[in-house]
Every structure is written in C-alpha cells, then in structure tokens.
C-alpha cells in the first residue's frame, strides 16, 4: 500500500544535515521563541502574552503537562517550545470566507500538515456541503442543526464517535462526555488511546491508579532520577529545571534512549547567566544506549541483580504488596542471553545502573513515548513497577512512578470521564447527579473507531481539538473511514489535515484557545485543568479572541446539546454556559477527589487530587488490595535479516502534528521533516549511504487484512548515532507506516515506537 506524501509546498531538497548537539536550550532556544513569536504576533502581543504564559493570573501553557513549580513563579516561566505553541494559536494570521473561496478543498487536500497550519486561525464556522468543491460559511445555529440531524437519524447512538484531544478543558471535558453519555454511547476515544493508555494500564493493575505518584517537589528532591523514553528537551522542556535543581541537590540522572538526546546530555538554562554564556549543567550521569523495546528486559535484570543483592526492602514488600513470590521466581530465571539480544548493553552497563537503584533511597522513574507505543508497553512498565516496588520507591518523599503526559489537559480530560470504559462509579454519580440514563456498553477507543468507520459501522465524527486523520496509525486507511462517514465535525483553532480529508458533509467549528479571554452572561470566564503531576488550578486567557463569531468550547457542546437532546433536557445546559462556576459545582459532585471544587481551584496554586498510593501507601484499589507484583514472560523484540526496527518520533519543530517549522535543531537537521536517521554500522551492513533517498516499506505479515506491506516514499537517510539495528523518522509523515491493527496488548495503543521496515533505493 502507497500513499503518496503531500510535499509540493515543501521543497525537501534544500535539506541540510550537521552534527547533533551535545546540550539543550541556552540562547539559541530563546532566539527562536522570540522570533517565532513576532513572526505570528508581532512584538508588542508577543510581549504581553509570554508575560502570562504558566502565571497564575494567566493561561495554562497549550504545550505540555509538565506542572509548573509551587509557589514562587519565575518572571518566564516558559520554554522555548511553550513560546511558540503560544505562538501557533496567538498568530494574527487568519482563515477566513476569501481563504475557502480561493481554495478547492481537493487543492486543499494536498497541502501538508504545515503549511495547513501556517495559515492562521479559522474566524466563523464553515461547511463543506454534499457533492460541494468549497468549505463555505454557515451560521452557527444551521450548523448545530446540521449536527443533530445527523445524530438523530442514525440508526443507533453507537454509529457516531467523539474524539477528544487533551487540550480540552475539564469544564468542557465534562459537559461533553455528559452530552455523549445522554445522548446514548460511550464512543469516546481520545489521543490518550494514542498515548499514555500503556500507563494507565500497567499502573491501574499494579498500583491501583493509573497516574503518577510524585509531585514537582519529590523530583528536585530525588537521589535517583532515571528518564526513559523521552525527549525532554524538546517535549517537555521546563522539566530540564527540575533536572538541574534535583542536580544541584545531589541526584544522579540515567537517560536510557536508543537516541543520545541533546536535552538529555546537558542543559544551558536560559533563565540564567552561567546557562547563557557558560558550558551549562551536565544531566545524564549515565547515558544507557538501549535497543527499542529493550526496556522490559533491562528491568527484569535489575531486578534480577537487585534480588540478588539482597536489596530488596522486605518490610515494605511484606505490608504493601502481593505477588512477590511469583515474581522472585520468575526473575530468577531469568534468561541473560535474552537480556543480551533485546537491549544491546554490555552486561557491566545493566549492573551498574542496577547498583544505582541499589544505592538510592528516592529514586524517581520517568516515561513518555518511547515506552508506551510497543506491543509489549504494559508489561514493560510493569516491569518498572516491580523495581520501584522492590526498593519500597512509592508514597514516600523524593521517590515514586512518573508518567510523564503529553497534551496539557489529558489527564484532567480523563479525570473527568472522557473515557470510553469509565467505572460503574463514575456512572451511576452522573445519573443520580442529573437525573438521567448512560450506557454501560464500553465504547471505541481510537483503534476501534478507525475500523468501525472502515467498516460502515460509524457514521457520523465529531472532534473536540486534535488532528485525527494525521495523528492515528495507517495514514490511508484512516483516510478512507474519514472519507467514509456522513458527517464529519471538528471543533479546532487551526487548519489542519482531519479538515480536508472529510465525510460527505463537512463542519469545521472554530473555537477560542486558552490565550483568548471568554466572555459569557455572567462575566469573564475561567477554566481548569490538570496536570502530569495531579495537580488542578486556573486557566484564564486575557487577549481578546481571533474572532468575534467564536464560541468557547463550553458553549458549543451546550448549543450543540440543547439541539440534540432538546431544551427539556434534565442537564441545565443553559445555565452551565452562562456560568461557569455551576459546572464545577456538579463536577464537585460526580468526580472522585473533586469536592469544594470552587473553593479549591481558586486557591493560587490550586489544589493536588488524591492518589493513594502516594499519599498513604494505600493499594486497596487493586483486585488484590496491594500494590501487585507481576510476572511478565519476557518479550524480544525480532527483526528479520536486513531489516530495521523503526521508531516514529517528533522534531524540535513541531507539537504533534501541528508543525511549527521545518528544523530539528538539537538533531542538526534543518528545513526538511523527510528523513530516516540510522547507525552508520546499519549503513555499511545493509549497502546505504548518508544523504540517499531511498523509500521506507513496513512489513507486518500478521495484518489481518492481509496488506503486509506499507510504502512511505523518498526519505533522506541521515547517518545518526542511534543504537544499531533500529531507525528513526518524524511523526506524523511516517505514519502511514503503522498497522492499525499492530497494537499494544491490553492498551490497544499503535505500535508507534517499533515498526520493521526495510530501505529500498529509488530507482
Ligand atoms: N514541543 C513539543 N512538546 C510536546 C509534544 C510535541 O510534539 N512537541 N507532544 C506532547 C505529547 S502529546 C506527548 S505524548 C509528549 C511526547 O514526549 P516524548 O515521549 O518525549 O516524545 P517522542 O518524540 O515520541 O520521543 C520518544 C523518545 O523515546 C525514545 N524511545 C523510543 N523508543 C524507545 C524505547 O523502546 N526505549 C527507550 N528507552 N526509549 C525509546 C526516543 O528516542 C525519544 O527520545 O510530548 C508532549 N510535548
Ligand atoms: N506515529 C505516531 N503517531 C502518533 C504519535 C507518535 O509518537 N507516533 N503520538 C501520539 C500521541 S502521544 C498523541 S497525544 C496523538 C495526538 O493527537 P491529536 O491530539 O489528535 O493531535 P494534535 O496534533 O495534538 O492536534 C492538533 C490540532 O488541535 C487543534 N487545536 C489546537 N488547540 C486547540 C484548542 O484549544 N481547542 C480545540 N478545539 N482545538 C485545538 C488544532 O486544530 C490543531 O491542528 O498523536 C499520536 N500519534
Ligand atoms: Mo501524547
């Protein structure tokens, strides 16, 4: 299968390859916010907005999840990235009636997912009428209409889907899964499927909660810091402080990576002098060059070794856990030569960085991507659990489980029910709460509305935020369930990819972002979200909107409501949009740890929802009542002779699949996204060369719909010190190459992290 790449707007030709660097941030990253900043906003907005970037009278950075500090804020409490994400939706660019006049949607349709986005923000809803060559303008009340109709005729709730991406706030979150639940299903999938589901998994069987144990403070004050599978430097960039301040109080930090990271290496902090003119602060102690997927087998080593030892903490394994036993047994056996193959480090390697757990007393692990997006994710991060576990690491200062989440908002969104397999808890307080019925029949996640939308079983898409077509698995058969539905909705800022690979009928609702202040009958409004680390706090926008024909998010899922389940509806949609307050005051009432919500959002730092394991060592939410133990037959990851183990993965230049421009700085790549990095070693034994173009085939001989090969055309090969054996390439041009159905066990997550691919040379 072939999907050819939109790329005429972006001439990859001119692409310039250098050497990686060896640090993160410094002046270069300031630079670069600056002027990204002024290229969208102009000076004086640029200014104003960065100066209530992550304040707690300003705006919730759209970046990432990473907490800001209790307490004292510095004056920039923001990062180069968060500055030009800020950037991206503060833009004074603007799409508008001439913009969809001017452009067929079909010219549309083979622009890329930058040029998309550079073109500014959408001023009033627009809609692509049957058989239609243009998006044309449509009054807001047609076009909930429109919606309604669409519901309301299908034959049951379950053949429409609602996606959800993580920037959504937790008001708006929670009105609309209210809204879906009301209206009849649970087909709620969100980027989190996508994401960090392989967490929530391993950590709700283990631990009994699937978030993270540690707070912002346990981290600066950690002896042990190990960072896995992330790209702090780039994604998650305001953690490179709380790296330098755990440093400065004596941690040692292991990176373990396929990638030497830049952000990973040493940091020059721009908030101040030695970071701006000086060498910086050197982070990792211990760089562990590990194979993809390798991270299960590195783990049942140290555990192995750690057992060994005798560094195992008995009093807390015989008071707090269940299933030691079991697990000692199976470690015990374990298999060295396995451990060999899947993570390619020299033995000295895993015992010293065994000796490091050993040797700790608040050790601190921390994950993204490079973890989650396997087949084997969830027994991998169970395996980091039994280590944390065996050394006592959690509800105890300085130490404990650190999922690291992407989007802002994800794990607020979930938190407020945007789930499609929400506890019977959860909803039997949302019927008792508004006096109605929700389904219990769990819904489709991200994986399964692909194939029910393939399959003719869904029809209808309506989208909260997020970039569906360009951010799931299998670029062409995403496309074709898209183009396969009647109706497809995005409610969104910008332009992108899931807007013009549409259903037969189109809508695209434009909406205020967290920069704009949202004035409804009661006043300005606030909102709340929650981050990586639990805690919830106040969000307030303050320049005035792109537009004056958007509405908030809250208010569309209210309109939107009140068409589909009529104004007799028992939920006082109404009310709820004048007036924020009486949302949370309902949340307050339905959502675990949420009580007083009113009150405590309004303290200045907010407030940390409860986590029992860190606040009490209380397990008592698994099926055993303890923190468990598990098991886990050890995977090793095979590739055939010739065959590479490929990895999707970001730039420096882009927040998913909004692309904010075309370098990779810390990588040395510059004005191009088509590029496959691999090991010189791979170069030499598979007969390619540094700066080829060649084409990237995925095989999978499992696909159960028998296509086993997948073809992304012309990358660059750049030459790159990755671990031998496995490559990597930009999401999300290298999508297209992931199976749909090659996902996680349990979490059903996209195998993202590791596809086998060849390399073919173009004729
Ligand atoms: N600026 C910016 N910030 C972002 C985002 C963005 O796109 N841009 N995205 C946001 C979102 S939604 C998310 S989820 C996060 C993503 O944050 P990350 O998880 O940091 O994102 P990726 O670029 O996918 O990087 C994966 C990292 O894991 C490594 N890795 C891959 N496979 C393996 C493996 O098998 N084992 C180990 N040990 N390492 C591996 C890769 O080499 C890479 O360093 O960032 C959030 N923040
Ligand atoms: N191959 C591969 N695929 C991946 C990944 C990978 O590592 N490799 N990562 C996965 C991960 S971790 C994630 S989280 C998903 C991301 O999947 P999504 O969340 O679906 O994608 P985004 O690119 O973050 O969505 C960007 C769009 O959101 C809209 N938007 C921005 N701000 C707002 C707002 O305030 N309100 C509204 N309503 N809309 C807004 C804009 O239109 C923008 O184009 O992708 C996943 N896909
Ligand atoms: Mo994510």
Same mark, same amino acid.
Request: proline share 5%; glycine share 8%; hydrophobic share 35%.
């Given at each position: 299968?072939?999907?050819?790449?939109?790329?005429?707007?972006?001439?990859?030709?001119?692409?310039?390859?250098?050497?990686?660097?060896?640090?993160?941030?410094?002046?270069?990253?300031?630079?670069?916010?600056?002027?990204?900043?002024?290229?969208?906003?102009?000076?004086?907005?640029?200014?104003?907005?960065?100066?209530?970037?992550?304040?707690?009278?300003?705006?919730?950075?759209?970046?990432?999840?990473?907490?800001?500090?209790?307490?004292?804020?510095?004056?920039?409490?923001?990062?180069?990235?968060?500055?030009? =994400?800020?950037?991206?939706?503060?833009?004074?660019?603007?799409? &508008?009636?001439?913009?969809?006049?001017?452009?067929?949607?079909?010219?549309?349709?083979?622009?890329?997912?930058?040029?998309?986005?550079?073109?500014?923000?959408?001023?009033?809803?627009?809609?692509?009428?049957?058989?239609?060559?243009?998006?044309?303008?449509?009054?807001?009340?047609?076009?909930?209409?429109?919606? =309604?109709?669409?519901?309301?005729?299908?034959?049951?709730?379950?053949?429409?889907?609602?996606?959800?991406?993580?920037?959504?706030?937790?008001?708006?979150?929670?009105?609309?899964?209210?809204?879906?639940?009301?209206?009849?299903?649970?087909?709620?999938?969100?980027?989190?499927?996508?994401?960090?589901?392989?967490?929530?998994?391993?950590?709700?069987?283990?631990?009994?909660?699937?978030?993270?144990?540690?707070?912002?403070?346990?981290?600066?004050?950690?002896?042990?810091?190990?960072?896995?599978?992330?790209?702090?430097?780039?994604?998650?960039?305001?953690?490179?402080?709380?790296?330098?301040?755990?440093? &400065?109080?004596?941690?040692?930090?292991?990176?373990?990576?396929?990638?030497?990271?830049?952000?990973?290496?040493?940091?020059?902090?721009?908030?101040?002098?030695?970071?701006?003119?000086?060498?910086?602060?050197?982070?990792?102690?211990?760089?562990?060059?590990?194979?993809?997927?390798?991270?299960?087998?590195?783990?049942?080593?140290?555990?192995?070794?750690?057992?060994?030892?005798?560094?195992?903490?008995?009093?807390?394994?015989?008071?707090?856990?269940?299933?030691?036993?079991?697990?000692?047994?199976?470690?015990?056996?374990?298999?060295?030569?396995?451990?060999?193959?899947?993570?390619?480090?020299?033995?000295?390697?895993? !015992?010293?960085?065994?000796?490091?757990?050993?040797?700790?007393?608040?050790?601190?692990?921390?994950?993204?991507?490079?973890?989650?997006?396997?087949?084997?994710?969830?027994?991998?991060?169970?395996?980091?659990?039994?280590?944390?576990?065996?050394?006592?690491?959690?509800?105890?200062?300085?130490?404990?489980?650190?999922?690291?989440?992407?989007?802002?908002?994800?794990?607020?969104?979930?938190?407020?029910?945007?789930?499609?397999?929400?506890?019977?808890?959860?909803?039997?307080?949302?019927?008792?709460?508004?006096?109605?019925?929700?389904? %219990?029949?769990?819904?489709?996640? $991200?994986?399964?509305?692909?194939?029910?939308?393939?399959?003719?079983?869904?029809?209808?898409?309506? =989208?909260?935020?997020?970039?569906?077509?360009?951010?799931?698995?299998?670029?062409?058969?995403?496309?074709?369930?898209?183009?396969?539905?009647?109706?497809?909705?995005?409610?969104?800022?910008?332009?992108?990819?899931?807007?013009?690979?549409?259903?037969?009928?189109?809508?695209?609702?434009?909406?205020? &972002?967290?920069?704009?202040?949202?004035?409804?009958?009661?006043? !300005?409004?606030?909102?709340?979200?929650?981050?990586?680390?639990?805690?919830?706090?106040?969000?307030?926008?303050?320049?005035?909107? =792109?537009?004056?024909?958007?509405?908030?998010?809250?208010?569309?899922?209210?309109?939107?409501?009140?068409?589909?389940?009529?104004?007799?509806?028992?939920?006082?949609? !109404?009310?709820?949009?004048?007036?924020?307050?009486?949302?949370?005051?309902?949340?307050?009432?339905?959502?675990?740890?949420?009580?007083?919500?009113?009150?405590?959002?309004?303290?200045?730092?907010?407030?940390?929802?409860?986590?029992?394991?860190?606040?009490?060592?209380?397990?008592?939410?698994?099926?055993?009542?303890?923190?468990?133990?598990?098991?886990?037959?050890? $995977?090793?990851?095979?590739?055939?002779?010739? %065959?590479?183990?490929?990895?999707?993965?970001?730039?420096?230049?882009?927040?998913?699949?909004?692309?904010?421009?075309?370098?990779?700085?810390?990588?040395?790549?510059?004005?191009? %996204?088509?590029?496959?990095?691999?090991?010189?070693?791979?170069?030499?034994?598979?007969?390619?060369?540094?700066?080829?173009?060649?084409?990237?085939?995925?095989?999978?001989?499992?696909?159960?719909?028998?296509?086993?090969?997948?073809?992304?055309?012309?990358?660059?090969?750049?030459?790159?010190?990755?671990?031998?054996?496995?490559?990597?390439?930009?999401?999300?041009?290298?999508?297209?190459?992931?199976?749909?159905?090659?996902?996680?066990?349990?979490?059903?997550?996209?195998?993202?992290?590791?596809?086998?691919?060849?390399?073919?040379?173009?004729?």
């Amino acid at each position: 299968m072939t999907r050819k790449p939109p790329q005429q707007d972006v001439d990859e030709s001119r692409i310039e390859v250098g050497k990686p660097k060896g640090w993160a941030a410094g002046i270069p990253g300031v630079a670069v916010s600056l002027k990204r900043g002024v290229e969208q906003m102009g000076v004086a907005r640029t200014a104003s907005t960065l100066r209530l970037l992550n304040q707690r009278e300003g705006f919730d950075c759209p970046g990432c999840a990473w907490p800001e500090p209790q307490g004292h804020r510095k004056l920039a409490e923001f990062c180069e990235n968060g500055a030009k =994400a800020v950037a991206e939706e503060a833009t004074r660019r603007r799409v &508008g009636r001439e913009f969809f006049a001017e452009h067929p949607i079909a010219d549309l349709a083979d622009k890329t997912d930058f040029w998309l986005g550079q073109q500014g923000r959408i001023t009033e809803p627009f809609v692509l009428r049957d058989g239609a060559t243009h998006y044309e303008p449509i009054a807001w009340d047609a076009a909930f209409r429109l919606v =309604a109709e669409h519901l309301n005729g299908l034959a049951s709730p379950d053949e429409a889907v609602f996606y959800t991406s993580g920037r959504t706030s937790n008001e708006a979150a929670f009105l609309y899964q209210l809204l879906v639940r009301s209206y009849g299903t649970n087909n709620l999938p969100d980027c989190s499927n996508m994401c960090h589901e392989s967490s929530g998994a391993a950590l709700s069987a283990t631990t009994g909660i699937g978030k993270g144990s540690v707070s912002i403070d346990d981290v600066h004050h950690a002896d042990l810091i190990v960072v896995m599978g992330q790209n702090p430097g780039t994604n998650h960039p305001r953690m490179l402080s709380a790296l330098e301040e755990a440093k &400065g109080n004596g941690a040692k930090i292991v990176a373990i990576n396929p990638l030497p990271e830049a952000g990973l290496m040493r940091f020059k902090n721009p908030q101040n002098v030695r970071g701006l003119v000086g060498k910086g602060t050197p982070l990792a102690d211990e760089f562990v060059q590990i194979k993809l997927g390798g991270d299960q087998a590195l783990f049942q080593a140290i555990g192995n070794l750690l057992l060994s030892w005798g560094a195992e903490d008995t009093a807390f394994i015989e008071r707090y856990t269940h299933g030691f036993e079991d697990y000692r047994a199976h470690v015990a056996e374990l298999d060295w030569d396995s451990v060999d193959e899947a993570t390619g480090l020299s033995r000295e390697q895993v !015992e010293l960085v065994a000796r490091m757990f050993a040797d700790s007393e608040r050790t601190i692990v921390c994950w993204a991507m490079g973890l989650t997006q396997h087949k084997h994710s969830v027994p991998s991060i169970q395996e980091i659990t039994n280590v944390v576990l065996l050394r006592g690491m959690i509800g105890k200062p300085g130490a404990g489980l650190c999922p690291v989440r992407g989007h802002s908002n994800v794990q607020g969104d979930r938190t407020m029910g945007i789930w499609e397999k929400m506890p019977e808890k959860f909803m039997s307080a949302l019927e008792q709460e508004f006096s109605i019925r929700v389904p %219990r029949k769990h819904g489709f996640d $991200t994986v399964a509305a692909i194939r029910a939308m393939r399959d003719g079983d869904a029809r209808v898409f309506f =989208a909260v935020g997020g970039n569906f077509v360009a951010a799931s698995p299998d670029t062409a058969v995403t496309e074709k369930a898209m183009r396969g539905c009647d109706l497809t909705v995005h409610v969104s800022t910008k332009l992108n990819r899931s807007h013009v690979v549409t259903g037969r009928v189109a809508l695209v609702l434009p909406t205020l &972002g967290r920069t704009e202040s949202d004035l409804q009958h009661s006043g !300005e409004q606030f909102v709340t979200v929650e981050d990586s680390m639990s805690v919830v706090h106040r969000s307030r926008g303050r320049l005035a909107p =792109a537009s004056d024909d958007l509405l908030s998010e809250v208010s569309i899922v209210c309109r939107l409501a009140r068409e589909v389940l009529g104004t007799e509806h028992p939920v006082p949609w !109404e009310e709820f949009e004048k007036d924020y307050d009486t949302i949370r005051d309902r949340i307050a009432n339905v959502v675990p740890g949420c009580s007083d919500y009113n009150a405590r959002v309004r303290q200045p730092d907010g407030f940390v929802l409860p986590h029992a394991p860190r606040d009490a060592r209380e397990f008592n939410a698994t099926k055993s009542g303890k923190a468990n133990f598990t098991a886990n037959e050890l $995977t090793v990851l095979r590739v055939p002779e010739g %065959r590479l183990l490929l990895q999707t993965m970001r730039s420096h230049d882009q927040y998913n699949t909004t692309i904010y421009g075309l370098d990779d700085r810390y990588r040395g790549v510059k004005d191009g %996204r088509r590029v496959v990095f691999v090991s010189p070693t791979d170069l030499t034994s598979l007969g390619f060369a540094d700066g080829e173009v060649v084409d990237i085939v995925s095989e999978w001989p499992d696909d159960p719909t028998g296509v086993t090969d997948r073809r992304a055309e012309s990358f660059r090969i750049v030459s790159y010190p990755t671990a031998v054996g496995c490559a990597a390439a930009y999401f999300p041009e290298a999508n297209s190459l992931v199976p749909l159905d090659s996902t996680a066990t349990t979490s059903n997550t996209p195998t993202s992290k590791s596809i086998v691919v060849r390399l073919e040379h173009r004729a």
